[in-house]
C-alpha cells in the first residue's frame, strides 16, 4: 500500500545509520565518568552498549524497501483495488501518493536523519506539545507486530503443503472438501454439464475449510488452529533471531530478501530515495494487481460467474487466487514452493522492521535501562512473546474475524490518515516548513522541490483530513465476504483499537499543557520550541538560531542522557 503503511519506520532507519563514533555522553559528562567539576553522576561507572548502525547506505534503503514493500502489495492493495472501484481507484490512489504519500514518507525520512532519535523521542525535541504524535505511531507498531505475522504463518502452512507431487488444492476428493467442491479446470471439468449453483473451487475450501477451519462468526471462536499455531511460533522464531542483534542483522537479512526482487543503488540523496522507494513500492502493487486480476478474471470465466462471486474473500484474496494460479502450471509443486518462499521473504523483513522500530523507540526513551548487558535482547524478546501470545487469537476457527478487526481498524486507513493530518500541520506550521526546509538542505546539500512544502502546509493535511470526514461520515459497518456482519461489541472492540491510537495524539498536547508550569502562552511558547540540541551541524550551522545554545547547555548541564553520538546525523 501506500509507503507511510508504518510511520516510524523511516525515522528509526536513519537514526541508526547515522550515528557516529564518539563515546557517550551521560548528563554532560564524559563516558568514563571523570566530572571536570568533580561532581559525579549516578549513570557514572556503567557501561552503555555502543548503539547499533548500519553497514552502509545499501543496508539502509534495502531496509526501508523491505519494510514498505511487503505483504500488503501482494495481497492488500489488489483487496482494496477490487473494493474500491477497480481501475476508478487508481485515480484517487495517484492523487494522494503525489500529494500525500511521497510527502509524507520524505517528511519522515528527513526528521528520522536530522534529530538521529527514534519514532517518539523525534517529536519531543522537535516539538514536544505534538510528543503524541509518536506515541500514536507506536502504537500503530504494536498493532502491526500482532497480526502482520499471522499473514506469514499462513504462508509457511501453504509452503508445508507444497512438498507433495500434487497440491491439495488442485483438486477436490480431500477430507476438507464438500459435495459442492467442483475442479473446473481438472479432469473432471469436461464432465460438468449442469453445473451446481452452489459450486465452489477446490483452491476456496483449502483456504476457508483446512487452512482457517473458519467458524460461523466471531461469536464461535472454536478451537485453536494448532498447525497454525506452530507456523506462527517458528515465524516468530526466525523474525527474534534475525533482528536479536540490532540494525547489522537487519540489515544484512533484509538484504538477502530483497535481492530477490530488486537491485538498488545507494548513492542518491534523501529526496531521490523517498520517491524511489515510493515509486517502487507502487510499482509493486501494480504488478500484483495486475496478476490476482488476471487469475480471478479466469476463474469467474471458468465457473461462468461474475467476478464478484469470486472475488469475496477480503483479506485472503491473495491465498486464493496466487495458488489457482500455480495449478495451472507445469510443476506445480515447485512454482508453489517458490512463490511462498518469496511471500515469507517480503513479509519477514516487513515484520523486521516493525519491531526494530518500536525497540528503538522504547531503547531511545530509556537508554540507561535498555543499552546495558543483554537488556535490548531480552526486550525484543518480550515483545516478540506477547506479541505470539495475542497472535494465538488469530489462529483459532474464529481468528480470521479478529484478523480483519485488526486489518481494517488498528493499524490502517482511518489512523493513518489521523496521524499524517498531525505530523504535516507539526512540521508545516509549528516546527516550520521553512527551517524544517533549511535543515535538509544542511543535511543533503539543496532544499528539495517547493512543492513539497506546499504538500506539507496546505495539501496533504487537507486531503488527509478530507478523506477521514469522507469515511466518518460514509462509514459502513465491516463485513467479511460481504455477508457476515458482526455484532456489536465486535464493532466496539475495532474502535477501540482504532481509537487506542488516534487518542494519543489529543491526550497528549492536553497531558503536555498540563504539566508544564507557567501561564498559557508561556507554556504554550514551551512547548512549541524545539529542543535545543537539536542543531544543524553540516555547513549551515552557523546560520541555526540555536548555534549560540551550546555554552548555556554546558553550564545548566542539562544535556539528555540519550549519547551525543545519537544527536548527530
Known amino acids: 500500500m501506500l509507503p507511510h503503511r508504518s510511520l516510524a519506520v523511516s525515522k528509526s532507519c536513519w537514526n541508526v545509520m547515522t550515528a557516529e563514533k564518539s563515546g557517550p555522553v551521560i548528563n554532560g559528562k564524559p563516558e568514563d565518568g571523570r566530572d571536570p567539576e568533580g561532581s559525579s553522576s549516578s549513570l557514572d561507572n556503567r557501561e552503555y552498549n555502543e548503539r547499533g548502525q548500519w553497514n552502509n547506505k545499501i543496508e539502509f534503503v534495502l531496509s526501508v524497501a523491505g519494510e514498505i514493500i511487503g505483504l500488503g502489495n ?10 474500491n472501484g477497480g481501475g476508478a481507484f487508481f485515480v484517487p490512489y495517484v492523487i494522494f501518493f503525489v500529494c500525500c504519500g511521497i510527502p509524507v514518507f520524505f517528511l519522515e525520512t528527513a526528521l528520522g536523519q536530522f534529530t538521529s532519535e527514534g519514532g517518539i523521542t523525534c517529536w519531543r525535541k522537535v516539538c514536544p506539545l505534538f510528543e503524541g504524535i509518536g506515541y500514536a505511531t507506536q502504537v500503530i507498531e504494536a498493532h502491526l507486530n500482532v497480526y502482520y505475522v499471522v499473514i506469514l504463518a499462513w504462508a509457511i502452512f501453504y509452503l508445508f503443503n507444497c512438498f507433495t507431487t500434487e497440491l491439495p488444492w488442485a483438486g477436490c476428493g480431500h477430507y476438507w472438501n464438500t459435495e459442492n467442491c467442483v475442479d473446473f479446470y481438472g479432469e473432471n471439468a469436461t464432465n460438468i454439464t449442469n453445473p451446481n449453483p452452489n459450486a465452489t473451487s477446490p483452491v476456496i475450501e483449502f483456504w ?63 529526496i531521490e530515495d523517498c520517491i524511489m522507494l515510493c515509486c517502487l513500492n507502487s510499482g509493486t502493487s501494480f504488478v500484483a494487481g495486475f496478476a490476482i486480476f488476471s487469475v480471478l478474471g479466469f476463474m469467474a470465466y471458468e465457473q ?102 485488526f486489518d481494517s481498524y488498528a493499524a490502517s486507513g482511518m489512523c493513518l490518515l489521523f496521524v499524517a493530518i498531525f505530523e504535516s500541520i507539526c512540521i508545516g506550521w509549528v516546527y516550520g516548513s521553512d527551517r524544517f526546509y533549511t535543515n535538509i538542505e544542511d543535511m543533503i546539500g539543496y532544499k528539495p522541490v517547493f512543492f513539497i512544502k506546499w504538500c506539507w502546509m496546505i495539501l496533504t493535511p487537507g486531503i488527509c483530513a478530507g478523506i477521514f470526514l469522507f469515511f466518518l461520515i460514509k462509514y459502513k459497518p465491516l463485513k467479511y465476504n460481504n455477508v457476515y456482519t ?42 512549541t520550541t524545539p529542543s535545543p540540541d537539536l542543531k544543524m551541524r553540516g555547513k549551515l550551522a552557523a546560520l541555526s538560531p540555536y548555534a549560540a545554545n551550546d555554552a548555556k547547555l554546558k553550564i545548566d548541564g542539562k544535556i539528555s542522557t540519550i549519547s551525543e553520538k545519537e544527536t548527530h546525523f
Not at 501482494?74 to 473494493?83: I, N
Not at 483499537?497 to 489529543?506: F, L, R
Open 208 to 270: 476457508e475449510r483446512r487452512v482457517l477451519k473458519i467458524s460461523d462468526g466471531i461469536e464461535h471462536m472454536g478451537g485453536m488452529r494448532w498447525e497454525l499455531a506452530m507456523c506462527l511460533a517458528l515465524a516468530w522464531f526466525i523474525c527474534y533471531f534475525c533482528i536479536w542483534k540490532g540494525p547489522k542483522s537487519t540489515g544484512k537479512t533484509c538484504i538477502l530478501s530483497e535481492l530477490l526482487f530488486y537491485t538498488v543503488h545507494g548513492n542518491s540523496r534523501s
Open 486 to 527: 458482526y455484532p456489536d461489541w465486535g464493532y466496539g472492540i475495532g474502535w477501540f483499537m482504532a481509537m487506542s491510537s488516534m487518542v494519543c495524539i489529543p491526550l497528549g498536547i492536553i497531558w503536555m499543557i498540563w504539566k508544564t508550569p507557567g501561564t498559557f502562552s508561556e507554556r504554550m511558547k514551551k512547548l
Open 74 to 83: 501482494v495481497w492488500r492493495f489488489p483487496y482494496l483495488c477490487y473494493k
Open 304 to 405: 461462468n460467474v461474475p467476478i464478484e462471486a469470486v472475488a469475496e474473500s477480503g483479506p485472503g484474496l491473495a491465498f486464493i487466487a496466487y495458488p489457482k494460479a500455480v495449478t495451472m502450471m507445469p510443476l506445480s509443486p515447485l512454482w508453489a514452493c517458490l512463490f511462498f518462499m518469496m511471500l515469507i521473504f517480503l513479509g519477514l523483513d516487513s515484520q523486521f522492521v516493525c519491531v526494530e522500530s518500536l525497540v528503538t523507540a522504547v531503547v531511545d526513551m530509556y537508554p540507561e535501562t535498555f543499552r546495558r548487558g543483554y537488556r535490548r535482547e531480552l526486550l525484543i524478546l518480550g515483545m516478540s512473546v506477547i506479541s505470539f501470545f495475542i497472535g494465538l487469537i488469530m489462529c483459532t476457527e474464529g481468528g480470521m474475524y479478529v484478523f480483519q478487526l
